[in-house]
Protein backbone atom coordinates (compact mmCIF):
# COMPACT_ATOMS: atom_id res chain seq x y z
CA UNK A 1 0.00 0.00 0.00
CA UNK A 2 1.23 3.65 -1.04
CA UNK A 3 2.88 5.42 2.09
CA UNK A 4 -0.01 8.29 3.10
CA UNK A 5 1.59 11.89 2.80
CA UNK A 6 2.11 13.58 6.44
CA UNK A 7 -1.57 15.57 7.71
CA UNK A 8 -0.74 19.22 7.60
CA UNK A 9 -1.97 21.64 10.50
CA UNK A 10 -5.31 22.85 10.68
CA UNK A 11 -5.98 25.95 8.80
CA UNK A 12 -6.56 29.06 10.11
CA UNK A 13 -10.88 28.66 8.41
CA UNK A 14 -10.92 25.62 10.63
CA UNK A 15 -10.73 27.33 13.35
CA UNK A 16 -13.95 29.51 12.43
CA UNK A 17 -16.05 27.06 11.57
CA UNK A 18 -15.57 24.30 14.15
CA UNK A 19 -14.97 26.62 17.29
CA UNK A 20 -14.21 25.13 20.48
CA UNK A 21 -14.76 21.55 18.74
CA UNK A 22 -11.21 22.16 17.30
CA UNK A 23 -9.39 19.96 19.08
CA UNK A 24 -11.84 16.76 18.35
CA UNK A 25 -12.13 17.68 14.40
CA UNK A 26 -8.16 17.27 14.48
CA UNK A 27 -8.13 14.26 16.25
CA UNK A 28 -10.83 13.18 13.86
CA UNK A 29 -8.51 14.30 10.93
CA UNK A 30 -5.66 12.36 12.60
CA UNK A 31 -7.29 9.56 12.84
CA UNK A 32 -8.47 9.44 9.37
CA UNK A 33 -4.86 9.90 7.72
CA UNK A 34 -3.63 7.26 9.97
CA UNK A 35 -6.15 4.37 10.64
CA UNK A 36 -8.37 5.35 7.64
CA UNK A 37 -5.43 5.08 5.22
CA UNK A 38 -4.83 1.56 6.78
CA UNK A 39 -7.75 0.59 6.90
CA UNK A 40 -8.57 1.33 2.95
CA UNK A 41 -11.21 3.81 3.78
CA UNK A 42 -9.73 6.60 2.36
CA UNK A 43 -6.84 6.80 0.08
CA UNK A 44 -3.34 7.60 1.22
CA UNK A 45 -3.01 10.83 -1.64
CA UNK A 46 -5.93 12.39 0.11
CA UNK A 47 -4.20 12.99 3.61
CA UNK A 48 -2.61 16.71 2.33
CA UNK A 49 -6.32 17.48 1.22
CA UNK A 50 -8.01 16.41 4.11
CA UNK A 51 -9.15 20.07 6.05
CA UNK A 52 -10.20 21.88 2.75
CA UNK A 53 -11.37 18.82 0.47
CA UNK A 54 -13.06 16.23 3.28
CA UNK A 55 -13.77 17.74 6.83
CA UNK A 56 -13.84 21.57 5.90
CA UNK A 57 -16.15 21.08 2.46
CA UNK A 58 -18.80 18.53 4.32
CA UNK A 59 -18.78 20.51 7.56
CA UNK A 60 -20.21 23.69 5.64
CA UNK A 61 -23.50 21.72 4.72
CA UNK A 62 -24.47 22.52 8.15
CA UNK A 63 -25.78 26.11 6.58
CA UNK A 64 -28.49 24.08 4.44
CA UNK A 65 -29.27 22.23 7.72
CA UNK A 66 -32.58 23.68 9.62
CA UNK A 67 -31.94 23.51 13.32
CA UNK A 68 -32.48 20.42 15.97
CA UNK A 69 -33.43 18.18 13.16
CA UNK A 70 -32.79 14.24 12.64
CA UNK A 71 -30.46 13.57 9.98
CA UNK A 72 -29.31 10.41 8.19
CA UNK A 73 -26.52 10.51 6.97
CA UNK A 74 -26.58 7.45 4.16
CA UNK A 75 -23.43 5.09 2.85
CA UNK A 76 -21.36 7.80 5.47
CA UNK A 77 -18.16 5.30 4.37
CA UNK A 78 -15.60 7.12 6.81
CA UNK A 79 -17.32 9.77 8.10
CA UNK A 80 -18.15 12.11 5.29
CA UNK A 81 -20.19 13.96 5.82
CA UNK A 82 -21.99 13.34 9.11
CA UNK A 83 -19.13 13.09 11.24
CA UNK A 84 -17.79 17.09 10.76
CA UNK A 85 -21.47 17.96 10.45
CA UNK A 86 -22.01 16.26 14.03
CA UNK A 87 -19.27 18.45 15.74
CA UNK A 88 -20.54 21.55 14.04
CA UNK A 89 -24.22 20.97 15.05
CA UNK A 90 -25.01 19.37 18.20
CA UNK A 91 -28.65 20.10 18.26
CA UNK A 92 -28.78 17.42 15.38
CA UNK A 93 -29.45 13.85 16.11
CA UNK A 94 -27.06 12.05 13.49
CA UNK A 95 -27.63 8.46 12.31
CA UNK A 96 -24.41 7.57 10.29
CA UNK A 97 -25.64 4.74 7.70
CA UNK A 98 -23.05 2.06 6.39
CA UNK A 99 -23.65 -0.99 5.01
CA UNK A 100 -19.58 -2.57 5.24
CA UNK A 101 -18.65 -3.71 9.05
CA UNK A 102 -15.01 -2.14 8.45
CA UNK A 103 -16.02 0.85 7.88
CA UNK A 104 -19.41 0.84 10.98
CA UNK A 105 -16.55 -0.44 13.15
CA UNK A 106 -14.55 2.61 12.16
CA UNK A 107 -17.04 5.04 12.36
CA UNK A 108 -18.57 3.31 16.13
CA UNK A 109 -14.74 4.44 17.29
CA UNK A 110 -14.89 7.91 15.79
CA UNK A 111 -18.47 8.75 17.86
CA UNK A 112 -16.92 7.06 21.09
CA UNK A 113 -13.43 8.43 20.87
CA UNK A 114 -14.78 12.40 19.90
CA UNK A 115 -17.64 12.16 22.68
CA UNK A 116 -20.80 12.35 19.74
CA UNK A 117 -23.49 11.57 21.87
CA UNK A 118 -26.07 12.81 19.46
CA UNK A 119 -24.39 9.91 16.61
CA UNK A 120 -25.40 7.24 16.11
CA UNK A 121 -24.00 4.33 13.95
CA UNK A 122 -26.37 1.64 11.97
CA UNK A 123 -24.73 -1.18 9.56
CA UNK A 124 -27.03 -1.66 6.58
CA UNK A 125 -28.23 -0.90 2.89
CA UNK A 126 -30.34 2.26 2.78
CA UNK A 127 -33.04 0.23 0.27
CA UNK A 128 -33.29 -2.27 3.36
CA UNK A 129 -33.73 0.54 5.94
CA UNK A 130 -37.50 0.84 5.72
CA UNK A 131 -39.52 0.11 8.62
CA UNK A 132 -36.21 -0.33 10.50
CA UNK A 133 -35.13 2.86 11.20
CA UNK A 134 -37.42 6.27 12.05
CA UNK A 135 -38.01 8.53 8.94
CA UNK A 136 -35.76 11.80 9.46
CA UNK A 137 -36.14 14.95 8.46
CA UNK A 138 -32.87 15.28 6.58
CA UNK A 139 -30.75 12.72 4.52
CA UNK A 140 -27.10 13.49 3.60
CA UNK A 141 -24.81 12.03 1.04
CA UNK A 142 -21.24 12.36 -0.31
CA UNK A 143 -19.91 10.62 -3.68
CA UNK A 144 -22.33 7.47 -2.82
CA UNK A 145 -24.01 7.11 -6.01
CA UNK A 146 -25.53 9.03 -9.34
CA UNK A 147 -28.39 11.83 -7.92
CA UNK A 148 -31.25 9.17 -9.42
CA UNK A 149 -29.90 6.05 -7.42
CA UNK A 150 -28.84 7.85 -4.54
CA UNK A 151 -32.59 9.24 -4.49
CA UNK A 152 -33.99 6.06 -4.81
CA UNK A 153 -32.46 4.87 -1.36
CA UNK A 154 -32.59 8.49 0.63
CA UNK A 155 -36.10 9.79 -0.71
CA UNK A 156 -37.77 6.67 1.28
CA UNK A 157 -35.69 7.25 4.64
CA UNK A 158 -37.56 10.92 4.69
CA UNK A 159 -40.26 11.89 6.98
CA UNK A 160 -43.25 13.93 4.98
CA UNK A 161 -42.01 17.22 3.61
CA UNK A 162 -38.15 16.31 4.46
CA UNK A 163 -34.98 16.92 2.28
CA UNK A 164 -32.18 15.04 0.95
CA UNK A 165 -28.85 16.89 0.49
CA UNK A 166 -26.38 15.59 -1.69
CA UNK A 167 -22.75 16.72 -1.82
CA UNK A 168 -22.42 17.22 -5.42
CA UNK A 169 -19.17 18.74 -7.97
CA UNK A 170 -19.49 20.20 -11.08
CA UNK A 171 -22.25 17.89 -12.84
CA UNK A 172 -24.72 18.87 -10.21
CA UNK A 173 -26.87 20.54 -12.68
CA UNK A 174 -26.51 18.03 -15.27
CA UNK A 175 -27.42 15.32 -13.27
CA UNK A 176 -30.24 17.03 -11.92
CA UNK A 177 -31.31 17.22 -15.32
CA UNK A 178 -31.09 13.76 -15.83
CA UNK A 179 -32.84 12.59 -12.71
CA UNK A 180 -36.00 15.01 -12.75
CA UNK A 181 -38.26 11.75 -14.02
CA UNK A 182 -37.24 9.29 -11.74
CA UNK A 183 -37.11 12.31 -8.93
CA UNK A 184 -40.50 12.98 -9.74
CA UNK A 185 -41.90 8.98 -9.35
CA UNK A 186 -40.02 9.48 -5.82
CA UNK A 187 -42.59 12.14 -4.56
CA UNK A 188 -40.09 15.22 -4.79
CA UNK A 189 -42.11 18.19 -5.50
CA UNK A 190 -38.82 21.01 -5.20
CA UNK A 191 -35.11 20.64 -6.12
CA UNK A 192 -32.10 23.55 -6.15
CA UNK A 193 -28.57 23.73 -6.65
CA UNK A 194 -27.09 25.41 -3.84
CA UNK A 195 -23.51 26.79 -2.87
CA UNK A 196 -22.22 26.95 0.83
CA UNK A 197 -18.97 27.72 2.01
CA UNK A 198 -18.31 31.42 1.23
CA UNK A 199 -15.09 32.14 3.10
CA UNK A 200 -14.16 29.10 3.69
CA UNK A 201 -13.99 26.73 0.93
CA UNK A 202 -12.08 27.42 -2.58
CA UNK A 203 -14.30 26.35 -4.75
CA UNK A 204 -17.30 27.02 -2.60
CA UNK A 205 -19.58 23.41 -1.60
CA UNK A 206 -22.59 22.10 -4.20
CA UNK A 207 -25.63 20.71 -2.77
CA UNK A 208 -28.06 19.62 -4.71
CA UNK A 209 -31.33 20.19 -2.60
CA UNK A 210 -34.54 17.51 -3.07
CA UNK A 211 -37.64 18.14 -1.24
CA UNK A 212 -40.29 15.94 -0.92
CA UNK A 213 -43.85 15.99 -0.61
CA UNK A 214 -46.27 14.15 1.50
CA UNK A 215 -45.70 10.52 0.15
CA UNK A 216 -41.57 10.11 0.35
CA UNK A 217 -40.95 7.81 -2.10
CA UNK A 218 -43.83 7.83 -4.03
CA UNK A 219 -46.34 5.79 -4.49
CA UNK A 220 -44.08 2.36 -4.77
CA UNK A 221 -42.77 2.97 -1.66
CA UNK A 222 -45.91 3.80 0.31
CA UNK A 223 -46.85 0.28 -0.61
CA UNK A 224 -43.76 -0.68 0.84
CA UNK A 225 -44.34 1.55 4.01
CA UNK A 226 -47.76 -0.16 4.78
CA UNK A 227 -46.10 -3.64 4.72
CA UNK A 228 -43.60 -3.06 7.13
CA UNK A 229 -45.65 -1.20 9.60
CA UNK A 230 -47.98 -4.66 9.16
CA UNK A 231 -46.27 -7.03 11.08
CA UNK A 232 -45.83 -4.42 14.63
CA UNK A 233 -49.69 -4.26 14.41
CA UNK A 234 -50.88 -7.76 14.02
CA UNK A 235 -48.17 -8.73 16.99
CA UNK A 236 -49.81 -5.66 18.85
CA UNK A 237 -53.21 -7.65 18.01
CA UNK A 238 -51.86 -10.74 20.43
Not at 45 to 63: G, I, M, Q
Not at 66 to 88: Q, R
Not at 158 to 175: I, S
Request: glycine fraction near 10%; proline fraction near 8%; charge should be neutral.
Amino acid sequence: MEEAAELPPAPPEAQAVFGDRLPEAIRYAELLADAGVRRGLIGPREVPRLWERHLLNCAVLSEAVPDGVSVCDVGSGAGLPGIPLALVRPDLQITLLEPLLRRTTFLQEVVELLGLDHVTVVRGRAEEMLGKVQPVHVVTARAVAPLDRLAGWGVPLLRPYGEMLALKGDTAEEELKGARAALSKLGVVRTSVLQVGEGVVDPLSTVVRVEVGESPGGVRFAAKRAKAARPSRTRRRR
